[in-house]
């Protein structure tokens, strides 16, 4: 087995630099693919991370990340020639992924069209898993069989390059692969249904039609993000927590928020945000500090609006390492917070969502139609964001307060749109390729005053919030 692995990497080997060497007087009309693989990493990998592909071929799709390390890997020393003199800028590196000679960590580990070119993908994903941390993502594609012929075909006409493609391997495959190299998926797609440039037909057929059904069983190329498994350790209990209470006509729920809230890791903060209350709650907040001068406490003013506003006015002047959101109506239980900060600290989640929809609800908890609306919706970012979401505007939400920032430092690309705050951060979460994971808690029924969602109202901005996550998330 051993000697017959060498005889087809040494192969490979004279096929790429044979390659390499035609590579300038290739047919231009197979670029359009490459291109359009390269917008859909640019989408999923921020500039400015420690990056390294393999199989780096002339290393333009890693030049396009804009890293602030690059790495290049490919065992074609010509296709390599190819690469300094394009991108002097980026570090390359001959070698065998089979063999790894490199012990650094990295953001982002890509493996772009490589794994149908390798002869064994389980010890590659085992060698991979030596430069990841717990926070590194492993993003990659591969050819679906469904194109091997009109494979063949195009280049038979010279209009892709030429390969040795010996791996038709489906999704499951290769999630079964991750998975024996201690790798989970977080979310995996499809994209490519016109792999040949025509104005305005690419851009509809690729955008479009390959993300909806039936049409994404015959796209050209999926896509797979996974990360490293958690590892069953104990929970770090040193870790310091921020509880952001978003207040509005909430002045009655004020005692019990002091009372109930657990303590959390070495430190639990509360941090509330008035907003424009037409009761005294900024009294009451001011009241219960003075009386629980244990506590370690914030008070903020809001001076925009929406719930939003406040929470990300909360976030930015919170001190804990984990940020919590804590809705004053007490709606959801305080007393459940812990798991969240369990789920979060044992890698299990780096995002935690709520869901109030799988235990039964107390009977005034939530209306009918309401339930009808949070049932839709769940299906719609279900789908829109790649991974399950049951609640999308359940208000407790936990996430680091590192990811919180790169969230923020990225929040050009979608703009302060949401007036919930919820979508935010999903869809930054999502940006951000983070594993969402969903705590399932008990909703009741509000003890104090009125719910400030306007069920029509607001029903409306959630599906403008679903038209915008179709534009700047599915149909990138």
């Known amino acids: 087995m051993k000697k017959t692995a060498t005889v087809y990497q040494q192969t490979r080997r004279k096929h790429w630099d044979g390659v390499a060497r035609e590579i300038d007087s290739m047919n231009s009309w197979g670029n359009y693919y490459h291109k359009r693989i390269a917008h859909v990493y640019k989408f999923l990998v921020a500039p400015g991370q420690r990056v390294i592909e393999f199989g780096c071929s002339t290393g333009d799709l890693l030049a396009d990340l804009k890293p602030a390390l690059g790495v290049g890997v490919d065992f074609s020393k010509e296709m390599l020639r190819h690469a300094y003199q394009r991108h002097p800028e980026l570090n390359f590196i001959q070698c065998d992924i089979h063999d790894l000679c490199i012990n650094n960590t990295f953001d982002v580990i890509i493996l772009s069209d490589l794994v149908n070119d390798l002869w064994d993908v389980q010890t590659v994903f085992r060698q991979i898993s030596r430069l990841s941390s717990n926070s590194t993502r492993i993003i990659l594609n591969t050819y679906s069989r469904v194109w091997e012929l009109p494979l063949k075909l195009a280049q038979r006409l010279e209009i892709r390059r030429p390969t040795l493609t010996q791996n038709w391997l489906t999704i499951q495959d290769i999630t079964g692969l991750l998975d024996l190299a201690d790798f989970e998926v977080i979310r995996h797609w499809g994209e490519v249904l016109w792999p040949l440039h025509l104005p305005l037909v690419s851009s509809f057929f690729n955008r479009i039609v390959a993300k909806i059904w039936p049409f994404h069983y015959f796209i050209l190329t999926n896509f797979i993000i996974a990360r490293r498994r ?29 009372i109930r809230v657990p303590k959390m890791g070495r430190r639990t903060e509360l941090v509330f945000v008035e907003g424009h209350s037409e009761d005294n709650t900024y009294e009451a907040i001011e009241k219960g500090m003075l009386e629980h001068p244990e506590q370690s406490c914030k008070l903020f003013r809001q001076s925009g609006t929406g719930k939003g506003d406040a929470v990300r006015l909360g976030f930015d002047r919170a001190s804990g390492e984990i940020l919590m959101i804590l809705d004053a109506d007490l709606t959801v239980s305080p007393e459940v917070l812990p798991r969240f900060y369990d789920t979060l600290c044992s890698g299990k989640g780096e995002f935690v969502n709520g869901v109030r929809l799988v235990y039964p609800m107390e009977e005034e908890a939530m209306r009918y139609l309401n339930l009808l609306g949070n049932k839709f919706f769940s299906l719609a970012f279900s789908w829109l964001l790649g991974q399950p979401i049951k609640d999308t505007l359940c208000g407790t939400k936990v996430l680091w307060k590192s990811d919180y920032e790169k969230i923020a430092k990225n929040r050009a690309y979608f703009g302060e749109f949401d007036p919930f705050g919820d979508f935010d951060l999903l869809f930054g979460a999502t940006k951000l390729n983070l594993k969402i994971m969903e705590v399932p808690i008990r909703y009741g029924e509000r003890k104090y005053g009125d719910t400030n969602i306007q069920r029509w109202k607001h029903g409306l901005l959630l599906l403008q919030m679903v038209m915008f996550a179709l534009r700047r998330i599915k149909f990138v």
């Open 230 to 258: 958690p590892n069953s350790l104990p929970i770090n209990r040193n870790t310091s927590v921020s509880v952001i209470v978003p207040a509005r006509n909430e002045a009655g729920n004020i005692d019990n928020i002091f």
